[in-house]
């Protein structure tokens, strides 16, 4: 929606500007615990703690995009990570009506895994771990990402894209843990943007 302004959409026109793969690259960050059920014995299911997205960053440039390649992180809030031990992404399998799968992201992994790392600065609310994105894609599940030269603007980039306060913008995620108990289901709303800071 660079540089356009809109009072209101249509479902086409919402079609348009939010690419359908783009609700692949959202997943839900959680974990199976035990929740209280009025009248009866606690049951174990998924709960979400907050919203992560696939992000590729650019390693080999190529003319022929198919040719590029990336390296793909699962990135999030710090705040989201905290020091939870057990924090999982659920990620949608390509088949309807399966159940999500869900991977342990461990805060303290054994040597050779990846981990959690964060911004040097503390008031930075960012965290990222590399994935191993060729397991996700032959296990059959239904992802993609964000990619670092097509998808991303710099903010002293937004001026020559006439990008400004009062441009439209969606927001992709699951607030307030609403996610679904099998499966995810990424909630899309319509902002804009309130102001961009210099």
């Not at 992000?55 to 705040?79: Q, S, W």
């Not at 905290?82 to 659920?90: F, S």
Request: charged share 20%.
């Amino acid at each position: 929606m660079r540089g356009k302004r809109f009072l209101s959409l249509s479902s086409k026109e919402v079609e348009v500007l939010l690419p359908a793969f783009f609700l692949n690259c959202v997943v839900a960050l959680g974990d199976v615990s035990s929740v209280a059920v009025s009248g009866a014995p606690p049951v174990r299911q998924w709960q979400t703690y907050g919203t992560g997205f696939f992000y590729g960053y650019l390693t080999k440039d190529d003319a022929e995009v198919t040719k590029r390649e990336y390296e793909i992180y699962l990135v999030t809030a710090r705040h989201v990570v905290g020091n939870r031990q057990n924090l999982k992404a659920r990620v949608n399998p390509s088949g309807a009506g399966q159940a999500g799968q869900e991977f342990e992201i461990p805060s303290i992994p054994p040597p050779g895994q990846q981990t959690w790392f964060y911004h040097p600065d503390p008031a930075i609310d960012i965290a990222a771990v590399r994935v191993d994105y060729n397991l996700l894609n032959s296990a059959g599940l239904a992802v993609n990402f964000f990619t670092q030269d097509q998808h991303v603007v710099l903010r002293t980039e937004m001026p020559a894209l006439e990008t400004a306060a009062g441009d439209g913008v969606f927001v992709l995620g699951f607030p307030m843990g609403l996610a679904g108990l099998q499966r995810n289901y990424v909630i899309v709303r319509q902002g804009v943007i309130a102001r961009i800071p210099k």
